[in-house]
């Protein structure tokens, strides 16, 4: 498919993508790179485990460049700071702005916590968390300043809503979707608009999760990265909306926000032995609403 430059939206935008050797990163720069943006490619080009590195940005580059579309490579580490600024000070001397930051970059380290190294939880909260954190912060100035910026943080079910075996995982996601929140609110007003993704689709890390083996190179189309990448366009667009979540994954499309009920009141002198009688009040969650910024 060729470059659809004209009457895009994202026509001649810079966007960053993180993690897009392959997988979803690589979906979301290809599908970027079609409706006429500029890209750059980073990628370590390590394994899942975060082992190594390869050059696998470079060939992606050369991908988008096939099409017709204006990329760059970089192989950075976004969980070191100064690794991290590299990758936007690459695309602002490159293409001189950045308008688009996806964050997707990511490695898994999975085991039941009692089994887990203090290690292994340091260093995926490390790229997951920090490394967004790292990036985003480099990004942020440079999009506040323009009065423009949408930013992705590629945060996991695992993390929302909890999955055995991924304490250091889930805790990473969901941090992400804590610093997302109070983003959304600081660049709001800037028109710096902060999303999270949660994904599903077939990819290197899924099939370390324990009984799927999937043939990458024959993926089932229902469960293709490319399917990810409309949303993450759409939370990226002119219309993006600010601080929400949502999750794509097999060509559906949803969202998840937190709900809270009407608290159950008790005086200032209340004890524990007050609060008991009235512990079905507190847990019920019949009437909660959505909770309003």
Same mark, same amino acid.
């Given at each position: 498919?060729?470059? $659809? $430059? /004209?009457?895009?939206?994202?026509?001649?935008?810079?966007?960053?993508?993180?993690?897009?050797? !392959?997988?979803?990163?690589?979906?979301?720069?290809? &599908?970027?790179? /079609?409706?006429?943006?500029?890209?750059?490619?980073?990628?370590?080009?390590?394994?899942?485990?975060?082992?190594?590195?390869?050059?696998?940005?470079?060939?992606?580059?050369?991908?988008?460049?096939?099409?017709?579309?204006?990329?760059?490579?970089?192989?950075?580490?976004?969980?070191?700071?100064? %690794?991290?600024?590299?990758?936007? &000070?690459?695309?602002?001397?490159?293409?001189?702005?950045?308008?688009?930051?996806?964050?997707?970059?990511?490695?898994?380290?999975?085991? #039941?916590?009692? /089994?887990?190294?203090?290690?292994?939880?340091?260093?995926?909260?490390?790229?997951?968390?920090?490394?967004?954190? +790292? =990036?985003?912060?480099?990004?942020?100035?440079?999009?506040?300043?323009? *009065? +423009?910026? *949408?930013?992705?943080?590629?945060?996991?079910?695992?993390?929302?809503?909890?999955?055995?075996?991924?304490?250091? +995982?889930?805790?990473?996601?969901?941090?992400?979707?804590?610093?997302?929140?109070?983003?959304?609110? &600081?660049?709001?007003?800037?028109?710096?608009?902060?999303?999270?993704?949660?994904?599903?689709?077939? #990819?290197?890390?899924?099939?370390?999760?324990? !009984?799927?083996?999937?043939?990458?190179?024959?993926?089932?189309?229902? *469960? %293709?990265?490319?399917?990810?990448?409309?949303?993450?366009?759409?939370?990226?667009? &002119?219309?993006?909306?600010?601080?929400? =979540?949502?999750?794509?994954?097999?060509? *559906?499309?949803?969202?998840?926000?937190?709900?809270?009920?009407?608290?159950?009141?008790?005086?200032?002198?209340?004890?524990?032995?007050?609060?008991?009688?009235?512990?079905?009040?507190?847990?019920?969650? %019949?009437?909660?609403?959505?909770? $309003?910024?």
């Amino acid at each position: 498919m060729d470059v $659809q $430059q /004209k009457g895009s939206e994202f026509d001649g935008r810079v966007a960053v993508i993180t993690g897009a050797g !392959g997988g979803i990163g690589r979906s979301h720069a290809l &599908e970027f790179a /079609k409706r006429g943006a500029k890209v750059l490619v980073n990628d370590l080009g390590g394994d899942v485990h975060g082992v190594g590195r390869g050059n696998t940005a470079d060939l992606v580059v050369e991908e988008i460049r096939d099409l017709g579309g204006d990329a760059i490579a970089n192989r950075a580490s976004v969980a070191d700071k100064d %690794s991290a600024r590299s990758i936007v &000070e690459d695309a602002l001397n490159a293409f001189g702005r950045i308008d688009i930051l996806v964050n997707n970059a990511g490695i898994l380290r999975d085991k #039941t916590f009692k /089994k887990m190294t203090l290690e292994d939880f340091d260093l995926v909260v490390q790229v997951h968390l920090m490394g967004t954190a +790292y =990036v985003t912060h480099a990004a942020w100035p440079h999009m506040y300043e323009q *009065r +423009y910026g *949408r930013i992705v943080f590629t945060s996991s079910g695992s993390g929302i809503f909890g999955n055995y075996g991924q304490s250091n +995982y889930g805790a990473a996601k969901m941090g992400m979707l804590g610093l997302a929140n109070v983003l959304a609110l &600081e660049g709001g007003p800037r028109n710096v608009h902060v999303n999270c993704l949660g994904p599903g689709a077939a #990819t290197r890390m899924t099939n370390t999760v324990p !009984g799927r083996d999937e043939d990458l190179d024959n993926v089932d189309p229902a *469960r %293709s990265p490319n399917l990810v990448s409309p949303a993450v366009l759409y939370m990226c667009s &002119e219309d993006a909306p600010n601080g929400c =979540v949502i999750h794509a994954s097999g060509g *559906r499309y949803s969202r998840s926000v937190i709900y809270v009920n009407e608290p159950v009141s008790l005086d200032s002198t209340s004890t524990y032995e007050d609060l008991l009688p009235r512990v079905s009040e507190l847990m019920d969650m %019949s009437d909660a609403k959505p909770r $309003q910024r």
